[in-house]
T-cell receptor
Framework: DTEVTQTPKHLVMGMTNKKSLKCEQH?????MYWYKQKAKKPPELMFV???????INESVPSRFSPECPNSSLLNLHLHALQPEDSALYLC??????????????FGPGTRLTVT | EDKVVQSPLSLVVHEGDTVTLNCSYE??????LLWYKQEKKAPTFLFML????IEKKSGRLSSILDKKELFSILNITATQTGDSAVYLC????????FGTGTRLQVFP
């Protein structure tokens, strides 16, 4: 089973709203990732959690706040977003990032529209 | 600056054709090269290549890595309309660095 699940599938929010994106995997993976993907562009890395600790933050604005409550769950809290933040947000996971097998498996994404 | 470059940017072929997609990379602390297929939503994993010269194969798809020349190719033989997608390659360092992708369209 190589499934990563994400909810919701679609989200429309205003610039003053607070919302959260959720990601879950039950593959025993110890690294989890958030990516942002704009139309016709490749995914851009936002955050990496390794063993539930934030290991990489790609200079993402503070209106995006990640959280890793346990090894299976990853959240992305959104607050005061801008219309240019509208994109597909992808979650991914991989096995122990220090081991040999570290291909990343992606969830289906959340299509976010900021109005 | 780390970069991954794919070519061609797009490709239009007929069913049954064979295609070769190219990926070159210049990154520090290279660990492996990954290929993904992306249709409407999430990228789906195809191959991970770590060693030079060893071909990986899955059905009609195959891929090989050349660590001396810093490139990889993805071959698809006997293409089908279901192969239509964007193919992404990514170099793994401490993170995945994606190329811009090759958009493949296969017509009947």
């Amino acid at each position: 089973d190589t499934e990563v699940t994400q909810t919701p599938k679609h989200l429309v929010m205003g610039m003053t709203n607070k919302k959260s994106l959720k990601c879950e995997q039950h593959m025993g993976h110890r690294a989890m990732y958030w990516y942002k993907q704009k139309a016709k562009k490749p995914p851009e890395l936002m955050f990496v959690y390794s063993y539930e600790k934030l290991s990489i933050n790609e200079s993402v604005p503070s209106r995006f706040s990640p959280e890793c409550p346990n090894s299976s769950l990853l959240n992305l809290h959104l607050h005061a977003l801008q219309p240019e933040d509208s994109a597909l947000y992808l979650c991914a996971s991989s096995q122990d990032p220090t081991a040999d097998r570290y291909e990343q498996y992606f969830g289906p994404g959340t299509r976010l529209t900021v109005t | 600056e780390d970069k991954v470059v794919q070519s061609p940017l797009s490709l239009v072929v007929h069913e049954g054709d064979t295609v070769t997609l190219n990926c070159s990379y210049e990154v520090t602390n290279f660990r492996s090269l990954l290929w993904y297929k992306q249709e409407k939503k999430a990228p789906t994993f195809l191959f991970m290549l770590t060693s030079s010269g060893i071909e990986k194969k899955s059905g009609r798809l195959s891929s090989i890595l050349d660590k001396k020349e810093l490139f990889s190719i993805l071959n698809i033989t006997a293409t089908q309309t279901g192969d239509s997608a964007v193919y992404l390659c990514a170099a793994l360092t401490d993170k995945l660095i994606f190329g811009t992708g090759t958009r493949l369209q296969v017509f009947p």
